[in-house]
């Protein structure tokens, strides 16, 4: 490969995979003979206009190959059954079977639909995930998850499937709308507090040239923030434990989405909020300092994502958390940060001490 600087890291999950970072689009096709079966048919998954910007770019690679291209429009609505099912009439009128190899090139939605997708064709069809979103990049393509929606619920179909190989080319973030890289930024700065002190160290004194977009900057950053994913996803591929931490900032963050009827906020900036909701209960139990929370809502103000929610409603907001998947028994699943860099998975928090960290992010 020539791309001047590029990196392999492994998932060493149940089956293990490479995920290439900072490699070109122009350089998959080339790539595809490494795969232990032979490829021939190409199915690329993608929206309209992530491929009238990189489509040309990646299809260079691809010209010893039979490809068809299912264009979906762009939106969390597409990840539907009703989706799925035109996708798959599509894929036999192109004459796809077992043998096709699936590429999901685009954020999340595209790497969530083309992954159930490509779980479900003909009982299971190989996939790669070419992520062109921040959040995509450093979060959704790597460890498997894929799904789509359904009336009752997000993501409440899906699947594991892991993909052949991830490749991300981080040129594809030049044209991102900075709402869309806030939505990676939060997950990003997620990942630094779980896990990565350095990486949280590297946010902190780095924030003109990410919000500068600085080339050298962004390959540092992205790389980091998804070597965080690669390593928790090899320890707990199917979450039965420390995968869960990921989940930090998604209780409350998922509570204020829905309450608002996932209007007037981002997924990034509920999970902004989230975070700070979280910062605040850890501090009130004593995992974190006073300081350390504030160091933590200094970091998200530094980027423009939100750390207080005026006029919400505290109860309200408890009331959305009881519907959360991770519940268990009864019980709240809440991910807290355990200083800066470090998290854990808490079962014994109270409402008295959730209504009280939502009061302090209503209070700000
Ligand atoms: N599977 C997982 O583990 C996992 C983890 C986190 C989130 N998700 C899912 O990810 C989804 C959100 O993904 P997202 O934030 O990437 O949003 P998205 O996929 O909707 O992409 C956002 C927008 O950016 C556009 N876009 C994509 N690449 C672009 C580029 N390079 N330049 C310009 N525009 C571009 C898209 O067309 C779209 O309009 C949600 O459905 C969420 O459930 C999944």
Redesign the pocket.
């Given at each position: 490969m020539n791309s001047p600087e590029w990196q392999k890291i492994e998932v060493l999950a149940d089956r293990k995979y490479p995920v290439y970072l900072g490699t070109s689009l122009e350089e998959l096709g080339a790539y595809l003979p490494a795969l232990p079966e032979k490829v021939e048919h190409i199915l690329i998954i993608?929206?309209?206009?992530?491929l009238d910007?990189?489509g040309g770019r990646l299809m260079k690679g691809l010209g010893d190959y039979r490809v068809n291209l299912l264009v979906v429009p762009?939106?969390?609505a597409e990840?539907s059954l009703e989706r799925l099912s035109q996708l798959t009439t599509a894929a036999l009128g192109y004459g796809a079977d077992r043998k096709t190899l699936v590429i999901a090139l685009?954020?999340?939605?595209?790497?969530?639909?083309a992954?159930f997708f490509a779980s479900v064709f003909m009982r299971g069809v190989r996939l790669i995930q070419v992520?062109?979103?921040?959040?995509?990049q450093v979060?959704?393509?790597?460890?498997?998850?894929?799904?789509v929606?359904h009336p009752a619920g997000?993501?409440i179909l899906?699947a594991f499937h892991p993909p052949q190989a991830v490749w991300t080319d981080f040129t594809?973030?030049?044209?991102?709308?900075w709402l869309?890289v806030e939505?990676?930024l939060a997950?990003s700065i997620k990942h630094a507090l779980i896990a990565d002190p350095g990486l949280f160290n590297f946010f902190e004194t780095q924030v003109d040239s990410i919000k500068q977009r600085d080339p050298l900057i962004w390959r540092t950053m992205v790389t980091r923030s998804s070597s965080v994913k690669v390593k928790i996803v090899s320890q707990d591929e199917r979450e039965q434990g420390i995968r869960g931490l990921?989940n930090l900032g998604h209780s409350f963050g998922h509570a204020l989405e829905t309450e608002m009827n996932y209007r007037g906020v981002t997924?990034?900036q509920g999970v902004s909020i989230g975070i700070v909701a979280a910062a605040h209960l850890a501090g009130a139990k004593g995992f974190i300092s006073l300081a350390e929370v504030e160091r933590i809502k200094q970091l998200l103000r530094n980027y423009g994502l939100p750390i207080a929610i005026p006029g919400q409603n505290p109860q309200a907001l408890l009331q959305r958390m009881q519907a959360d998947k991770k519940n268990q028994g009864g019980r709240k699943i809440l991910i807290l940060p355990q200083g800066i860099g470090n998290a854990v998975i808490s079962q014994d928090c109270t409402d008295n001490e959730i209504l009280a960290a939502w009061q302090q992010v209503i209070s700000g």
């Open positions: 993608s929206h309209q206009k992530v910007l990189y762009a939106g969390e990840k685009g954020g999340g939605v595209i790497g969530d639909l992954g992520p062109t979103t921040l959040l995509a979060d959704s393509s790597i460890g498997g998850k894929v799904a929606n997000k993501n899906g594809t973030l030049e044209s991102l709308p869309e939505n990676g997950e990921l997924h990034g």
